[in-house]
């Protein structure tokens, strides 16, 4: 019942968000406006909880307002202005066609993956897939803390005391229907879908909108959320000797044609490496992508009235996915820079973009983004982001395979198709020349952005290739081999996932979580610092400290916590003295703190609270 609460709670800012849109005084055909709905409607679940919650804290009166803003403007809205809303006509039928056709295929690969890859239950244990198996476990502490403890902007569960300035709103969301009452797998998956559908649906309209050819934005959809580079050949090189060499990409931690770090591939499926494991990804694709195509028609094409979505879309990006903002604001400080040349008047509409996304977005970034940043390993110089092995040139054929390729040819052949894309290069050079946040690998996800633009003029120059051999016998059995060239590495990594299984959380784990979430709210829990640690993740309580896995690359890793960590399982006496700097209320003693050299001998006099699967929670009076 409670999940079918969650759902409904979701249709009605959907619902919303269509109303808004159906009223928004623009230029738009039938497709692009309902899109953009359902784009308001999710932008509206994110982000109306959140302000209420930093007034009321994160708890049901704060979902039950963000949902009352939501839905009565746009009740009034219907009520005041009885005039029929746009309707699908026959002459739309075609695109809305071509654009199910590609999306649901898609959807339905994510739902499964999902399926498989969120806290899926085996034998009392919680599975997930390779992709998941590093990062779901930080998301799911964030969602189950902010859900439990109420208080507004969050701090880091996995750190007592730290502020999180990480974009937290791709897991409150989900908070909002763990809040709700959903079970933690549900609100979990909830909210991607919708999200997923979005990414999907805008890359073909953008694709469609800068090509002005539905089968060229059909085939670039395919190119960037299916292709890959050359990975395939490390494993099917010598295959036919040894087997070995090609079974070990289905069963090997990490060892896929678009993921092998011994081999400098790092050029990762969309779907698998970005959208599936990382939420902020996810959910800044769901409004970087309306934005691009905002940015096109307003921007380029001069449409100036869509400036006023585009602001508010792009002022709300920080806190769900800085890359994504940065990205949009490079690209379109370059548009603004090309255009103010061709057509000097547009600054008027490009002044009212920036003053109005900037209004929205300097709270955020000041209050957020730029307190994370100050952290160590934040914005460094480099070159050619993570590449240490290869020459340039070949590390970009490598990973990007033929798009690389093919990509000057597609820019002399794009005439009028080539800007967007050309306003991206600064954005690359940028990647090349600097890293954002400690962690360099990063950097793709700023670089992500100039390949989808990249992958659709290599989409468009094959199918104008096509076109051109129509007087070749074999140029449909080239067409397929090149199509199977440029995506047997996504199709290969693609299979791997589907297939992939690993446990994230033992059942004595589970059951031990399970007792702790009764524990009192402010409980702080010793424990140790395995990234996949359960009562983090399924309690919601929060710890000492997490792994430095994420906290490293969040850059608000203590080296100083560590040792006292260290020192309170170890040390005679160091609970008593270091244990109330930290706030500690309760120890944990499993095996995972044995192997780090704890003493269980320290902790014989406290009092014992659970004691099962090898797994004991001690209280600390």
């Known amino acids: 019942m409670a999940n079918a609460l969650c759902v409904a709670y979701l249709l009605l800012f959907l619902s919303s968000g269509l109303v808004y849109a159906a009223f928004l005084p623009v230029k738009l055909a039938f497709l692009p406006r309902a899109l953009l709905g359902l784009c308001f409607g999710l932008f509206l679940l994110i982000w109306l909880p959140a302000l209420y919650a930093f007034l009321l804290g994160f708890a049901l009166a704060a979902q039950l307002l963000a949902l009352g803003t939501a839905i009565l403007p746009a009740a009034l809205l219907c009520l005041w202005k009885r005039t029929p809303l746009q309707r699908l006509r026959p002459a739309d039928l075609p695109e809305l066609r071509r654009l199910l056709f590609q999306t649901l295929p898609m959807l339905a690969l994510c739902a499964c993956l999902l399926y498989t890859h969120v806290l899926r239950p085996q034998d009392g244990s919680l599975h997930t897939g390779q992709s998941c198996y590093g990062d779901m476990a930080m998301h799911l502490a964030f969602i189950t803390s902010i859900s439990r403890n109420a208080s507004f ?10 502020q999180m300035g990480y974009p937290f709103l791709c897991d409150s969301v989900s908070s909002t229907f763990l809040t709700l009452g959903g079970s933690l797998r549900f609100a979990y998956v909830l909210p991607m879908l919708p999200a997923l559908f979005l990414v999907f649906a805008w890359f073909y309209l953008l694709m469609r909108e800068m090509l002005s050819s539905p089968r060229s934005a059909t085939l670039a959809f395919v190119l960037f959320f299916v292709g890959g580079g050359f990975g395939f050949v ?8 040894d087997t070995s060499l090609f079974t070990r990409l289905f069963t090997s931690f990490y060892e896929t044609p678009t993921n ?7 050029w990762v499926n969309p779907i698998c490496d970005m959208l599936i494991p990382q939420r902020a990804t996810l959910f800044g694709w769901a409004a970087l992508l309306p934005c691009l195509y905002l940015l096109l028609r307003a921007g380029i094409q001069g449409q100036a009235e869509l400036f006023w979505p585009l602001a508010i879309l792009a002022g709300g990006l920080p806190l769900l996915h800085s890359h994504s903002f940065m990205a949009l604001g490079v690209i379109s400080a370059s548009v603004f820079a090309w255009q103010l040349i061709r057509r000097p008047s547009c600054w008027k509409g490009f002044l009212l973009y920036a003053g109005l996304a900037a209004a929205l977005a300097l709270p955020q970034l000041l209050c957020f983004t730029f307190r994370q940043a100050a952290g160590e390993g934040f914005i460094r110089l480099t070159w050619n982001w993570i590449n240490e092995q290869d020459p340039y040139l070949w590390f970009y054929i490598k990973n990007w395979g033929l798009v690389f390729l093919l990509l000057p040819f597609a820019l002399l052949n794009a005439r009028g198709k080539r800007g967007l894309f050309l306003c991206s290069l600064p954005l690359w050079v940028l990647v090349e020349c600097l890293v954002f946040q400690p962690n360099a690998y990063d950097n793709n996800k700023l670089l992500f952005v100039c390949y989808m633009l990249a992958c659709g003029l290599v989409a468009d120059f094959l199918l104008f290739l096509y076109d051109r051999l129509a007087f070749l016998r074999g140029r449909r059995l080239a067409a397929a081999l090149t199509l199977a060239t440029m995506t047997i590495s996504g199709w290969l990594t693609i299979g791997r996932e589907i297939v992939s299984d690993y446990e994230l959380f033992s059942s004595q784990q589970v059951e031990a979580a399970a007792f702790a979430a009764t524990l009192p709210t402010d409980a702080v829990l010793l424990t140790a610092d395995e990234h996949n640690n359960a009562f983090a993740s399924l309690s919601g309580l929060t710890i000492v400290q997490g792994s430095p896995s994420y906290l490293y690359f969040h850059g608000v890793y203590d080296e100083e916590r560590a040792q006292d960590v260290l020192r309170m399982y170890t040390e005679p006496g160091a609970l008593a003295q270091l244990g ?19 003493d269980e001998r320290l902790f014989a006099d406290l009092p014992l609270l659970y004691d099962s699967g090898g797994i004991r929670i001690y209280s600390v009076s």
């Not at 902007?153 to 750190?159: G, L």
């Not at 092998?260 to 790092?266: A, F, G, K, P």
């Not at 109330?580 to 704890?598: C, D, F, I, Q, R």
Request: avoid cysteine; charged fraction near 10%.
């Open 153 to 162: 902007p969050p701090q880091y569960s996995i750190q007592v005391g730290t």
């Open 260 to 266: 092998l770090v011994s081999e400098n591939i790092y």
């Open 234 to 241: 490390y494993f099917l090189d010598g295959a036919a000797a």
């Open 580 to 598: 109330p700097k930290y706030g500690v209320t309760h120890v944990v003693l499993s095996n995972h703190e044995l192997a780090m050299g704890a």
